[in-house]
């Protein structure tokens, strides 16, 4: 029972901890949310465009890139998920 108890404790503990430093991220983002799918970063656009590029690079390959409409095309691989 005091097993139980602590394990208790111990999540109720971390939950709160988890909110108290989401909040103090919000406070300072980098980024205000405005939908589940878009952002508006408060980076300048060269270097936004610098850290997308890697991103996308990083295991795809990128088939188009236009830095002037920030469109970037590439493709991932295959996996069993997908």
Do not use: H
Request: glycine share 2%; charged share 30%; hydrophobic share 40%.
């Amino acid at each position: 029972m005091k097993f139980y108890l602590c394990l208790l404790l111990l999540l109720c503990s971390a939950f709160s901890i988890s909110a108290d430093d989401k909040n103090k991220k919000d406070a300072n983002a980098l980024y205000e949310k405005k939908s589940d799918k878009e952002r508006i970063y408060k980076v300048p656009y060269d270097r936004m465009w610098i850290a997308c590029m890697k991103a996308a690079s990083e295991e795809n390959v990128v088939e188009f890139q236009d830095k002037e409409t920030g469109v970037i095309t590439f493709k991932t691989g295959t996996s069993m998920a997908s």
